[in-house]
């Protein structure tokens, strides 16, 4: 009994590991840095006194693909 619960639990971790790998050997996703110029409460751009050009707000952004779609009829044409 003992030899075929080891066979079976073989079994199973043979067909699972492929598809385990599978689902984390992807690349991370393409990021890219986006900068946004800071603005005060009066609205303008706020100057860094050190290098005399105005600070920015940098963050990383996902890239998501584009998919193009099929164009939809109108339900009025109908």
Known sequence: ???????????????????????????APETKEVCVDVQGKDGKPVIDPKTKKPKQQCTKV???????????EDAKKK
């Open 62 to 72: 996902k890239v998501h693909k584009k998919f193009e779609g099929t164009k939809i």
């Open 1 to 27: 009994m003992k030899s075929f619960l080891t066979v079976i639990l073989t079994a199973l971790l043979a067909f699972s590991a492929p598809v385990y790998a599978d689902n984390h050997d992807k690349a």
